[in-house]
């Protein structure tokens, strides 16, 4: 039943017009710049992702104190809160009663911008990659760091040599999954970075526009291109589970 129903919806989208009118929308510039767009804001959004997630899961899968289960639940908001009410919170963080005006100075507006794209994808990439890499490196255990440390290796050398190695496979499918929800978020993307064609609009972004202006062939184009996009990606986070797990030990 669920699969009639998945294939129910994709069905409607995918008959509502002709071949004819679906290379047309394909093709046309708008469309090409929104994958574009979404493609480089995705990108640059899972690498700061990885860059804030990776180490954040690591120190609470290698540490222990008081608060860290509350820690933990903090960090996980982005998974709860509604995209609209992040994309507001962002919006007043970046807007002109605390860091806008700093960031001008300095040249940076990130407002209405593709800046603004990157760090609404990256606010709910954050919690996914950050607790895929937690749990790969729960799962590696920390044996493996203590034969390094007697052998006379640093701390640095331990994580990029020893522990990231190992997990890996895990902190892979969680960038894997982390991008695919980057590529669709709208919600808080609408809100920090706006609506504006031709420059902060990716995917979810011109399906809004297209469909609020009766465009409904570049709409459907686009909503395609994403459930195109979304469909390898999760191929992709299949076969990375399907791979051989790394070794792992007791961590006592």
Do not use: H
Request: net charge positive; with cysteine; glycine share 10%.
């Amino acid at each position: 039943m669920l699969s009639l129903f998945t294939a129910g919806v994709v069905s409607a989208l995918f008959f509502r017009l002709s071949p004819g009118e679906i290379l047309a929308a394909l093709a046309s510039e708008e469309t090409r710049f929104a994958l574009r767009l979404s493609l480089m804001t995705s990108i640059a959004s899972i690498s700061l992702a990885l860059i804030l997630g990776v180490p954040t899961g690591y120190f609470l899968a290698r540490t222990s104190f008081p608060g860290k289960a509350i820690l933990e639940t903090f960090l996980d908001l982005p998974l709860v809160i509604t995209p609209l009410i992040a994309g507001v919170g962002l919006l007043f963080l970046f807007g002109q009663n605390m860091l806008g005006p700093r960031l001008e100075e300095w040249g940076i507006t990130i407002l209405f911008t593709p800046w603004g794209a990157v760090l609404a994808q990256t606010f709910v990439a954050c919690p996914i990659v950050m607790r895929s890499s937690r749990a790969a490196f729960e799962r590696v255990g920390p044996r493996y760091e203590w034969a390094a440390a007697t052998l006379g290796l640093g701390p640095s050398q331990v994580f990029f040599r020893i522990s990231l190695p190992l997990a890996r496979q895990g902190i892979l499918a969680g960038t894997v999954l982390g991008w695919t929800r980057a590529m669709g978020e709208f919600g808080a993307t609408l809100m920090v970075a706006g609506a504006i064609r031709f420059k902060t609009e990716t995917l979810p972004i011109a399906v809004y526009l297209n469909i609020s202006s009766g465009e409904l062939g570049t709409a459907l184009s686009c909503a395609w291109v994403l459930m195109a996009t979304g469909f390898v990606l999760l191929l992709a986070l299949r076969w990375i589970g399907q791979g051989p797990r790394p070794e792992t030990l007791p961590s006592r």
